[in-house]
DNA sequence: TCTGGGGTCCTAGGACCC
DNA sequence: TCTGGGGTCCTAGGACCC
């Protein structure tokens, strides 16, 4: 069972203020360069989209109400969700802040059917949160979000083994979860255009143009799809931790630069930290106005989630980057993550740069934000200003990425 | 009054090793 | 008198997802 909620921030923000109800509505971040990140369906209904900035959702819909996001809304309404769903289920995955797939092979006998089991899902998440919810139940991941996607709002639709080849022949492959617009057209030029045709594709073909992924291709037009639901305590290890941010203005002024990666690279080493992880490798990512992204890393000689150690390797990639013009984004990340050993240093230094950094997060954790932050963040002049840019429905409620802002 | 931020996975070339 | 074949790791970029 896949449970897709809909519009999530947005009726989560109608259902708080009576006002905005009914009425076309934008959640956006609190930045100056932000776009949006959920419309209402009201929204929707003018042809406002995620991902189009202030001034195109205006067009679209010159009524549009701008509403700043408010992440612990989010994150407490998703909690309760996944409280909800888990009183059904063990079997639980968090696939992002409003979505969750449900294994409930073994959970149907209170209930009959899966559809009455579903239906009381609704009910109950109506109930408590006063949100709807698109349902999609079938044999596997890949059927289940297909169907949640094809009913909304409030949907539900069941596919079984017995359904789901009618419902493939004619649908276009990009409809499925992970054929995304390139794909589509690489595929439409081999003259497949349906999942039907993808399922029939000869394998040698599909192996020839796209490698490791043909064969899963072909199955996937088939319906075949054997990832199993991943429950809390069962997801991968993370393989990254990052942050990056949209400058408020593009610069070229190296100071205000150098302030902001020592920022980002406080909210890596931190949330690093929180979780036990080093990296080995540091990972500075840069946007020039033009859009022109690109990045450098670097491996270190040792695992890290010392903010000072992060910072540094940033530092010293930008020497080597050698910037053409102004930044409008930059970005820091660590990979190549492991487990901290915990292990105290042979040395004094270290022992005592260790304690420091407890001693910050202690302060952080119990007073929120950036309480306690590095001198050189709060020189005077140019701006590294506190703005919380854009919520991400990617955040996780809980784990690692989960994202603390203030 | 221009385009966010969080991720994962795959590819391809080159360095390096035996 | 002309250059093998196996492998790993690293890096940068891009597709895809919410």
């Known amino acids: 069972m896949h449970v897709d909620m809909n519009a999530f921030f947005a009726s989560v923000e109608q259902r708080c203020s009576p006002a905005l109800r009914g009425k076309p509505i934008a959640v956006v971040g609190s930045a100056k360069r932000t776009v949006v990140t959920t419309a209402s369906y009201e929204a929707r209904a003018f042809g406002v989209k995620t ?37 059904f289920s063990p079997l639980v995955e968090a696939y992002s802040i409003d979505e969750a797939f449900i294994d409930i092979t073994g959970c149907l006998a209170p209930f009959g059917t899966p559809s ?31 169907a949640s996607d094809m009913k909304k709002p409030d949907g539900l639709v069941i596919m079984d083994e017995a359904s789901s080849p009618g419902v493939l022949e004619d649908l276009p492959a990009g409809e499925l979860w992970g054929i995304g617009p390139r ?32 064969e899963r291709l072909k199955l996937m037009g088939q319906g075949i799809y ?16 990052g942050h990056s941010t949209t400058l408020p203005a593009d610069t070229s002024e190296k100071g205000a630069i150098r302030r902001y990666l020592l920022k980002l690279s406080e909210m890596v080493g931190a949330r690093a930290r929180e979780h036990g992880l080093k990296g080995s490798k540091v990972c500075l990512t840069v946007r020039y106005p033009d859009f022109y992204t690109f990045s450098r890393q670097k491996t270190l000689p040792s695992h890290t989630n010392d903010t000072r150690a992060i910072y540094m390797s940033a530092l010293s990639i930008l020497e080597v980057m050698r910037l053409r013009t102004a930044v409008r984004l930059l970005g820091v990340s660590i990979s190549g993550l492991a487990k901290g050993s915990g292990q105290m240093s042979l040395f004094e230094d270290d022992r005592r740069r260790q304690r420091l950094l407890e001693a910050m997060d202690e302060v952080n954790r119990s007073f929120g934000g950036y309480t306690i932050t590095w ?3 709060l020189d005077e002049g140019s701006g590294c200003d506190d ?20």
């Not at 205006?58 to 888990?86: H, T, W």
């Not at 109950?124 to 949100?131: F, H, Q, V, W």
């Open 116 to 146: 009455a089991l579903a239906m009381e899902v609704k009910r109950r998440i109506k109930e408590a949160l006063g949100l709807t919810c698109s349902i999609g139940i079938a044999p596997n991941k890949l059927l289940a979000k297909l």
């Open 51 to 87: 991902g189009m900035n202030r001034f195109e959702a205006k067009m679209a819909c010159p009524q549009i109400i701008f509403v700043v996001g408010d992440n612990s809304k989010y994150i407490d309404a998703s909690v309760r969700i996944l409280e909800i769903l888990n009183s």
């Open 183 to 214: 794909l589509t057209e690489h595929l439409g030029r081999l003259g497949i255009r349906t999942c039907g045709q993808l399922g029939r594709a000869p394998l040698s073909l599909l192996r020839d143009r796209f490698g490791v992924i043909g």
């Open 375 to 377: 001198g050189s963040l």
């Open 226 to 241: 054997s990832n199993e639901v991943a429950p809390a305590g069962h997801e991968d290890e993370a393989r990254s931790v």
């Open 387 to 406: 703005e919380t840019g854009v919520i991400s429905p990617a955040w996780r409620p809980v784990g690692v990425k989960r994202i603390n802002v203030k």
